[in-house]
């Protein structure tokens, strides 16, 4: 299995043929897959407390920008801090954060 899938759109007209890549990395990664070298993929920084998961437990996050999915009234890129009003992220439980009562 490659590193990443590879999706290959060909456009063409009389004159000239371009082909576009669009590489997409796998789960639990993000970044440039076009950049120059090999790519620039990098492993996504969730909060495992704080992130929702795919079926397969990997941490979701968005394959280009690394931000990752929150669970409900959790925040920041990484999800790793309560939204104001609520309370013990670090719990562990099913629930990551709870409302200040």
Known sequence: MNAY???IYVLSS?????TYLILT????????ALAPGKGDCKRCQCHPLGTLEYENGELNCDQL????????????TNCDQCEPGFYDLNSGQVRACYKVV
């Open 65 to 76: 920008s690394g931000q990752c999915k929150c669970k409900p009234h959790v925040v920041s």
């Open 25 to 32: 990395f796998f789960i639990g990664y993000y970044g440039d």
């Open 14 to 18: 009389s004159i000239v043929l371009d």
């Open 5 to 7: 899938q590879v999706r």
